[in-house]
């Protein structure tokens, strides 16, 4: 079973910016952040794929949110920058073991609790 903890998140303002951490009990191929406003469904954010070494931003973050490695610790740093209102919801890291780490939220089993993340 993997544990994922969470640190980050918050408050600010559009146009600041605030940074996610997640740190994994073990390695898995995939770790990434996905989030989930309310009434909407749950959508990945940005992906670090560990097996091929490579990173991925979903479209609607690109060009302000950045996903970076942090080997000594298995997890991951997502630098949101730009910050917009509709960036505000619940921000999930989450851990898979797929091959396929992008667009396969069916296989991240592992959540961590979540952490707000409020744009106003």
């Known amino acids: 079973h993997v544990q994922l903890v969470e640190s980050g998140g918050g408050s600010v303002q559009a146009g600041g910016s605030l940074t996610l951490n997640c740190t994994a009990s073990q390695y898995t191929r995939c770790l990434g952040w996905f989030r989930q406003a309310p009434g909407k469904q749950r959508e990945e954010v940005a992906i670090v794929n560990f097996g091929e070494g490579t990173t991925h931003v979903a479209d609607s973050t690109k060009g302000r949110f950045t996903i970076s490695r942090d080997t000594a610790n298995a997890g991951v740093h997502l630098q949101m920058d730009m910050l917009k209102p509709e960036d505000t919801a619940m921000y999930y890291c989450?851990?898979?073991?797929?091959?396929?780490?992008?667009?396969?939220?069916?296989?991240?089993?592992?959540w961590g609790q979540g952490t707000q993340v409020t744009v106003s």
């Open positions: 989450a851990a898979s073991r797929s091959k396929l780490c992008v667009d396969n939220i069916g296989g991240y089993i592992y």
